[in-house]
């Protein structure tokens, strides 16, 4: 009985102004999606493309070699800067440290989120979710921070390095060329240290969702039929679970490959793309070249998400 009123009250309209409203979106659906998705659309639209479209056009114009002013004339001697060797090194430099800091986030985040979707229950489920998630609760600058005193010379790592005996190796280490350094804080290895740390949240949750959606059932069978472990991690086990691995990657390699705070305050004096962009920008004042650095990681993420989509990825977002 109450539909057929709802249905009545429609077909003859209300006489107030919300009435009225009201009942037109109801019969046009439409209307009323466009109307609710239409201003974050726009703001999508204007603020972040919006932007993004500015940046791009000002990487193709350049810096007049004298005056020092931008020449907003269309060319590509911005992009050929980047094939200058310096520039070109923080590039390579960049795209290494994030594909080590992944590939090392994954190997690290594997076996946790093992764990995590097949034996963990109850209240140790809450506590792996408090584990991962309590180093995202806290702030990023502290977090950075408090790696610089633990890697320090005079810090606590060095600290239990020499009460270990093992102060000889730590020396050994720190004297290789290119990763080494005068300390773990100022070297690529102590960079790469708080990258795996700080992004490794973003690589175990989708780790370990992906292994969830693998079937008990299916290792089970490959023991019954002779396959070691091994073989079951080689056949069964990692195939089903590689969405997620490259789920995570996306998040470690992406966020690697835009950060300018981790290498500002822990690492060498040589550059990584966010911070030259953010030195072309600021301190130079050469904009062109700071948009044309800013369309490398997106390029670069451009292609590794279209890689990513193929191998079925975002089914484990």
């Given at each position: 009985m109450s539909a057929i009123a709802q249905q009545h009250a429609i077909q003859t309209g209300r006489g107030s102004l919300a009435g009225r409203v009201s009942d037109f979106l109801w019969k046009h659906p439409h209307v009323?999606?466009?109307?609710?998705?239409?201003?974050?659309?726009?703001?999508?639209?204007?603020?972040?493309l919006g932007s993004l479209?500015?940046?791009?056009?000002?990487?193709?114009?350049?810096?007049?070699?004298?005056?020092?002013?931008?020449n907003y004339e269309f060319t590509l001697a911005t992009y050929r800067q980047l094939l200058n060797d310096a520039n070109f090194d923080i590039i390579i430099r960049t795209i290494l440290m994030a594909a080590i800091v992944t590939l090392f986030s994954a190997v690290i985040a594997f076996p946790i989120a093992y764990y995590a979707a097949r034996y963990a229950r109850g209240k140790w489920k809450v506590i792996f979710y408090l584990g991962v998630m309590?180093?995202?609760?806290?702030?990023?600058?502290v977090k950075i921070y408090a790696w610089?005193?633990?890697?320090?010379?005079?810090?606590?790592?060095?600290?239990?390095?020499?009460k270990l005996n093992l102060l000889w190796l730590l020396d050994a280490w720190l004297s290789l060329p290119v990763?080494?350094?005068?300390?773990?804080?100022?070297?690529?290895?102590?960079?790469?240290?708080?990258?795996?740390?700080?992004?490794?949240?973003?690589m175990i949750l989708p780790i370990?969702?992906?292994?969830?959606?693998?079937?008990t059932n299916l290792i089970e069978?490959?023991?019954?039929?002779?396959?070691?472990?091994?073989?079951?991690?080689?056949?069964?086990?990692?195939?089903?679970?590689?969405?997620?691995?490259?789920?995570?990657?996306?998040?470690?390699?992406?966020?690697?490959?835009?950060?300018?705070?981790?290498?500002?305050?822990?690492?060498?004096?040589?550059?990584?793309i966010g911070q030259a962009v953010y030195a072309q920008q600021g301190t130079a004042g050469n904009i062109p070249l700071a948009a044309a650095f800013?369309?490398?990681?997106?390029?670069?993420?451009?292609l590794y998400l279209w890689m990513a989509r193929r191998m079925g990825a975002f089914d484990a977002l």
């Open positions: 009323f999606l466009t109307i609710l998705l239409g201003p974050p659309l726009l703001w999508l639209g204007i603020i972040y479209l500015a940046l791009l056009l000002q990487s193709f114009f350049s810096i007049d070699d004298y005056s020092g002013l931008i309590l180093p995202l609760w806290s702030s990023y600058l610089k005193l633990i890697l320090a010379k005079e810090g606590i790592l060095t600290w239990l390095v020499t990763i080494g350094g005068n300390s773990l804080s100022v070297s690529y290895t102590g960079t790469f240290i708080v990258f795996v740390y700080v992004w490794m949240p973003f370990q969702a992906a292994l969830e959606r693998v079937p069978a490959s023991s019954d039929l002779g396959g070691t472990p091994q073989q079951t991690f080689r056949h069964v086990l990692f195939p089903l679970a590689l969405p997620g691995i490259v789920a995570g990657s996306i998040f470690t390699f992406s966020l690697t490959l835009g950060d300018y705070i981790i290498p500002q305050i822990i690492g060498s004096s040589r550059l990584f800013t369309v490398v990681p997106i390029v670069i993420m451009g």
